[in-house]
T-cell receptor
């Protein structure tokens, strides 16, 4: 099946710094990718829809100036957490829809802000 | 507002038991409902169900959707310790956007 990768898998950063997370579709093209956030023992919350060649669509309550999304090519979307704070520590997962109903998830990136 | 609610939130059983996980949904422009299993990392796909009401089966797992009651169940028979995971259901609305429920944490003890 199709593969989606994320990099890095785990990152620790200091409060106030910015962190970039990459999401790549390895063997298929994705005009749309989704970014989710998952806090411990909670479900996946959709943050935004990344659209190749156009602006991302953010879910209600998600600060677009804090979570910058760039979908520069048909295989790469990036999420930059700007001025990260400890409350941004979470598990960030991207996904890309395949043909039909399938949606392929990346392995996730665990962000820890100290 | 789209809503997907799962129950129970947590379940502990012994190997060999049969479990039923529940998922109710209130989703506008409903297209399908998906079940995922999540262990330590990202979710892995189990089933996709539509309003057709057709039951899906894969080994010891099966799932069905009741379009009238806006409800789906996931059954696991003869549970094994390897079934321990969080089981997520998600409603698929417009395009490929998914709205996830809170998940059911299943623990299967030997």
């Amino acid at each position: 099946g199709a593969v989606v990768s994320q990099h890095p898998s785990w990152v620790i950063c200091k409060s106030g710094t910015s962190v970039k997370i990459e999401c790549r579709s390895l063997d298929f093209q994705a005009t749309t990718m989704f970014w989710y956030r998952q806090f411990p023992k909670q479900s996946l919350m959709l943050m935004a829809t990344s659209n190749e060649g156009s602006k991302a669509t953010y879910e209600q309550g998600v600060e677009k100036d804090k979570f910058l999304i760039n979908h520069a090519s048909l295989t790469l979307s990036t999420l930059t957490v700007t001025s990260a704070h400890p409350e941004d520590s979470s598990f960030y997962i991207c996904s890309a829809p395949g043909g039909g109903y399938e949606q392929y998830f990346g392995p996730g990136t665990r962000l820890t802000v100290t | 507002e789209d809503k997907v609610v799962q129950s129970p939130l947590s379940l502990v059983v012994h190997e060999g038991d049969t479990v039923t996980l529940n998922c109710s949904y209130e989703v506008t422009n409903f297209r399908s409902l998906l079940w995922y299993k999540q262990e330590k990392k990202a979710p892995t796909f189990l089933f996709m169900l539509t309003s057709s009401g057709i039951e899906k089966k894969s080994g010891r797992l099966s799932s069905i959707l009741d379009k009238k009651e806006l409800f789906s169940i996931l059954n696991i028979t003869a549970t094994q310790t390897g079934d321990s995971a969080v089981y997520l259901c998600a409603g698929r609305i417009s395009g490929s956007r998914l709205t996830f429920g809170e998940g059911t944490q299943l623990t299967v003890n030997p």
